[in-house]
């Protein structure tokens, strides 16, 4: 067989993640309602995401601390201290909400797990990603899970190197193109792109439409056809 | 040879930590002096930082969050807005701040990395341990990085069988008894502890005094020659 190894996405590809992002990203809207207009939040809250990024990564503990930045800023430093306590609140809801798997998953890595390897790979917080993945009950399908702290192609080819055959003898699927996709394609595997119905704008890129190793899947449940028409 | 691969803690073993940790505790408590003594603070600090362990985990921006939730409770939820900044700000310069290898690290890492197997096994945010490896220098002394959410014996075991030939013929090197020392040992390892002047009172434990695979040192430069000495 030329494809021994499956590599999966977690957020928004197992389970959801964004749609909670979102949703705490509304209390926060809410919470603010009287300091700033949702629009104007919003683009704050992006901007010190972005100068965050390089230095708190992605996860609910920078999201959260981000959050409090923007509350400072949006208020001259003013904002009440309810406020404050609200976020830290929202954020430890939002790292111990359930995981439920998405519709699908199960199946298909159950029918993938019995003919190839399947490896986690996702970004975030160590100790949440491991807790999400403890608490969606998906851990045995596993033979290996990389929690990394970027996704390019040098990271997909240390981690097929390390638990496949290489790239070449690899699929990877996730709901990014930039992350999951892209990457993956110049490392040398295959990759497939199963949508999520939001993407966190900091994901968004151009499909590789043509690509010869690439597809795109309507849903996680074409995948192990899809892995089985390579070959 | 028995011993081909070994296992070395990073924080407070090969660069300082908790004294930085320490400074910006010292610092957290004289922007709190007018709402609580220093020794109510950390005993506060230490409640929240202990209730939220199993939420945040180990590392930076957990710390930065709970000293937030700290200046809420200790203040009524009515800590001047100036605080919640200057704690914010504090985090990011811990994130940022340099990282100097502590002395003999780099000379004892050149002598063991010529005969054995170097795995950088550490708790703590995953973006911030990768970047202060970076900053070291010494990245390319280590032939595998670790980056565990909880160090237990079972993640020595499954470390030094994924990075090395199995526990039986790895030596475990680090600062704290709690992490580095015992699940180590527990594990089959031999160990090595090599003490930091202050230790997070989380990580205090009794010396396994006696243990026919345990070692006290006084410096990490001692300790090629007690690997050696291990046969």
Redesign the interface.
């Known amino acids: 067989m030329r494809i021994t190894t499956v590599g999966l996405d977690a957020d928004d590809t197992l389970w959801h993640n964004e749609t909670l992002f979102r949703l705490t990203q509304d209390r926060f809207r809410a919470l603010m309602a009287d300091h700033a207009s949702p629009e104007a939040l919003d683009a704050k809250l992006a901007e010190v995401e972005r100068r ?1 990024l390089a ?3 992605y996860g609910v ?2 999201f ?2 981000s959050m ?2 923007t509350a ?1 800023e949006v ?1 001259g ?3 009440p ?2 406020i ?2 609200e976020i ?1 609140a929202a ?2 809801e939002l ?2 909400h359930p995981v439920e798997p998405l519709p699908g998953v199960r199946q298909a890595l159950d029918e993938l797990s019995r003919d190839y390897r399947l490896v986690l790979i996702t970004k975030g ?4 990603q ?1 807790q999400k993945l403890a608490a969606s009950g998906l851990g045995e399908r596993f033979a290996a899970v990389e ?3 970027e996704k390019d192609a040098a990271t997909y080819d240390r981690v097929f190197a390390r638990d496949g055959d290489g790239a070449a003898r690899a699929a990877m699927c996730g709901n990014s193109l930039r992350s999951d996709v892209i990457p993956a394609l110049e490392a040398g595997a295959y990759a497939a792109h199963v949508p999520y119905h939001v993407t966190w704008a900091h994901e968004l890129a151009d499909p590789p439409t043509g690509h010869p190793r690439f597809a795109e899947l309507a849903s996680i449940s074409d995948l192990p056809a899809w892995v089985r028409s390579l070959g």
């Open positions: 965050n230095l708190y990564g503990k920078g959260t601390l409090i930045e400072m208020t430093a003013e904002a201290s309810k404050i306590a830290l954020g430890r790292l111990a917080d160590l100790l949440h491991e929690i990394v702290s």
